[in-house]
């Protein structure tokens, strides 16, 4: 892959622009990382959504079949970074890639996806990095939202309940995900980008709620200050009718 593909979507009422690049172009990895780091220092939760796309490999040792990583997908809500892991070597014999690195293992950003906790010792163990906060997001949920099944749910499960998002209305289907073959097919990257978005949302709104359940809305800040003040007024308001209506001793 030589090249950088650029595509936009619409999901979810947002514009999301993805980028697919190679690991090799450094300045484009690393624009996209400062972009994302902007963001989400403007946020009080952050959260990229992770995801690692795999290819069959065999050993030339022995002969045996593997899987390896063979590109990143990262998205801040906004945007969304797809990155081919094609020079292995590089990673282990010199420090070319840096601002990736950090920002994986910085303790300032949490990285949600689905199947996250199995996919980061593989990362780690062909390209020597991984993530600092990573969250599986079926438990996470699962606790949140009071629904134990939860924590075994893909990512289209789990969107509909945190979210009511329904991602079948986005998604392409039949989809065939050799990437050596067609990296800039819009279909198969539109696909991706709707699954690290997704691990995105579900995420970040996770994160962010202070008292999620399925039966209770989840409101913001402001709102929650005007409901106690409102309420609060409304309480004092019948003490004081309810003492004025009282027989005088």
Known sequence: MATVHVESFHLNKVRIKTTVTD?????VVDDHISSFI?????????VIGFDIQFVPTTNRVNG???LQCAVLHLCDGFSCLIIHLTCRELFWESKSFPSLVNF???????????????NLPKLKKYY???????????????NFMKMPRLEFCG?????????????????????DFYWGFDSHNTELVKFVTVNVYSFYKIGSTL??????????????????????YFFG???VSCLIDCLKKMPRV
């Open 128 to 142: 020597g990095f991984g993530c600092r906060n990573a969250v599986e997001l079926g438990p996470l949920a699962a």
């Open 64 to 66: 045996t079949f593997d």
């Open 207 to 228: 994160l962010g709620s202070e008292t999620l359940t399925p039966n209770y809305p989840r409101f913001g800040w402001f709102r929650r200050r005007f409901f106690i």
């Open 104 to 118: 994986l293992s910085s303790p300032d950003y949490t990285f949600v996806g689905v199947g996250i906790k199995d």
């Open 155 to 175: 990512v289209d499960e789990l969107a509909f309940v945190v979210n009511k998002l329904d991602l079948k209305k986005h998604r392409p289907l039949n989809m």
């Open 233 to 235: 007024l409304a309480s």
């Open 38 to 46: 902007r963001t989400l220092n403007k946020k009080r939760v952050k």
């Open 23 to 27: 690991i090799s172009k450094k300045k």
